[in-house]
């Protein structure tokens, strides 16, 4: 039962998590880099070193977004179910 009800769950607040990890990274990046957009990697007036700290940056956030997202989930169903998704 806790599986069958995770699955749309965890999708949904992935989808969330994964906005919310953008909007953090944003802000953080307008922070640390006082720009407003963070560079791309095909942005030719942007050196390697910034963009590579930019994409590590913005890897870490959403990677602890979707970690603290999925023990939260999972957390929530065994709550809920007494079951932990696996």
């Known amino acids: 039962m ?10 949904l607040f992935g989808a969330l998590g994964g906005v919310v990890a ?4 944003k802000r953080l990046w307008a922070v640390l880099g006082h720009e407003d957009e963070a560079p791309r990697a095909t942005d030719k007036d942007r050196s390697w070193r910034e963009v590579l700290i930019a ?3 913005q890897g870490a956030i959403f990677a602890l977004v ?8 999972a957390a929530g ?3 809920l179910t007494g079951a932990w998704p696996d």
Do not use: E, N, Q
């Open 22 to 25: 953008g909007s953090v990274f």
């Open 77 to 79: 169903t065994r709550r």
């Open 66 to 73: 979707k970690a603290a997202v999925d023990r939260g989930g």
């Open 2 to 11: 806790g599986k069958i009800l995770y699955k749309p769950l965890g999708l």
């Open 55 to 57: 994409a590590a940056l």
